[in-house]
């Protein structure tokens, strides 16, 4: 499994857009970056996978860059309730049945 | 998204006796699982993987025999703590990846267990 580095963590203001920077220089051809969030006492929610170029949901956008050694997490305009730790995480997605390794996570604070 | 249930959500036990943990797939079927464990301010930390009708895969220094898994069918998977500790006392994780659909993993809300 690539590792993942990421910002151990950041501070925004309510009403922000926040882009979170993950980067994975050991990424596997046939790899998928996909993102967690976790609130304390509660299990990670998928937020969003991609493999390239740009992915867009109902909560985030996932930017990939054509090298794929870094992939940038946009949470538009955040609120209070995104207050949470979010986790990069790169294996072979849709196709293959890898084991998912967590790193340290961003603790993502957003101030009033 | 799929729905993982994860159950009980917290348990108190005394310190010797076993408690299992119950993780279901709600409207999926996965044939594998894992089990986490996370310790306050920490990450995961993977303990095992869950295979429907094998044994399980223990990551290396997690006792087997210590962490019971079983995963009898394909939308359940239960982890036995065994003669527990208060060292065993921890929030422990689920998970289930949508093997017929997208693939992804599920995570369930989170069993935390406190051994007295």
């Known amino acids: 499994l690539a590792k993942t580095t990421q910002p151990i963590s950041m501070d925004s203001y309510e009403g922000q857009e926040v882009n979170i920077t993950c980067s994975h220089n050991?990424?596997?051809?046939?790899?998928?970056i996909t993102w967690y969030q976790q609130f304390p006492s509660q299990g990670p929610r998928f937020i969003i996978q991609?493999?390239?170029t740009k992915v867009t949901n109902e909560v985030a956008s996932l930017f990939i860059p054509a090298d794929r050694k870094s992939s940038t997490l946009s949470l538009p305009r955040v609120s209070l309730s995104d207050t949470a730790v979010y986790y990069c995480?790169?294996?072979?997605?849709?196709?293959?049945?890898?084991?998912?390794?967590f790193g340290t996570g961003t603790r993502l604070t957003i101030i009033p | 998204g799929a729905v993982v249930s994860q159950h009980p959500s917290w348990v108190i036990c005394k310190s010797g006796t076993s408690v299992k943990i119950e993780c279901r797939s709600l409207?999926?079927?996965?044939?594998?699982m894992f089990w986490y464990r996370q310790f306050p301010k920490q990450s995961l930390m993977l303990m095992a993987t869950?295979?429907?009708?094998?044994?399980?895969?223990?990551e290396q220094g997690v006792e087997k025999d210590k962490f019971l898994i079983n995963h009898a069918s394909l939308t359940l998977s239960t982890l036995t703590v065994t003669s527990a500790h208060p060292e065993d006392s921890s929030f422990y994780i689920c998970?289930?990846?949508?093997?017929?659909?997208?693939?992804?993993?599920?995570f369930g809300a989170g069993t935390r267990l406190s051994v007295l």
């Open positions: 998970s289930a990846r949508d093997t017929g659909g997208s693939n992804i993993q599920y």
């Open positions: 050991n990424i596997a051809t046939n790899d998928y």
């Open positions: 991609g493999y390239k």
């Open positions: 995480l790169v294996g072979d997605g849709p196709f293959g049945n890898e084991k998912l390794t």
């Open positions: 409207d999926f079927q996965a044939t594998t």
């Open positions: 869950s295979n429907e009708g094998s044994k399980a895969t223990y």
